[in-house]
């Protein structure tokens, strides 16, 4: 048997995490030299816990085992499990992404032009987001259709948000955008 693909290692790790109510969100097979390594992102809308990954890559690695003993998998040498969150600098390009952060600061590269705003909230089809913008003390709702969805990446900020905008992206779509 050769070396797992990534399509191959992806079809056995999505029941597991869909099991434990998690997305996949990546997955790098790394062929290196007598190790090989596996770097499984997941995520899920509640935030997996250090135990819970713990949890998720023993099973994983339970299932890798498996495989391997029944011919079905070749690591060769054997490999390096790495299980994780997607992190902060991952790109927002899907719903479920921009609804994970909801009430974070984006920063969003359209033309040339970087703006960052606030992420309210996602439409009931989840095709458009509101974002907020202090625009000097007044707060700007625009919308952004997420099929059009220019580079967005969550911005990390240290101080603590204003409440206006804290409110504004807790309100429904339907609120925000009224």
């Known amino acids: 048997m050769a070396f797992p693909t990534t399509e191959i290692l992806s079809a056995l790790i999505e029941p597991l995490a869909a099991s434990h109510k998690f997305d996949l969100e990546g997955l790098k097979v790394t062929k290196a030299g007598p190790k090989s390594a596996v770097a499984i992102k997941v995520d899920s ?10 949890v998720f890559s023993q099973e994983i690695g339970e299932l890798f ?16 499990l790495e299980v994780s969150t997607p992190g902060v600098d991952n790109p927002l390009t899907l719903p479920r992404h921009w609804r994970r952060n909801r009430g974070r600061l984006v920063a969003l590269d359209q033309d ?13 089809a989840e095709t458009h987001v509101v974002l907020i913008e202090r625009n000097k003390k007044l707060l700007e709702v ?37």
Request: without cysteine; glycine residues 6%; proline residues 4%.
């Open 65 to 80: 085992d498996a495989a391997e003993q029944r011919g079905e998998l070749n690591f060769g040498a054997g490999y390096t």
């Open 112 to 124: 040339g032009r970087k703006r960052v705003a606030r992420i309210g909230a996602l439409n009931d």
């Open 142 to 178: 625009t919308t952004l259709e997420l099929a059009h969805s220019p580079r967005a990446v969550v911005e990390i900020e240290f101080a603590k948000p204003a409440q206006d905008e804290t409110a504004l992206a807790e309100s429904t779509f339907d609120e925000a955008t009224a």
């Open 45 to 54: 809308d509640s935030r997996p816990d250090l135990d819970q990954l713990e």
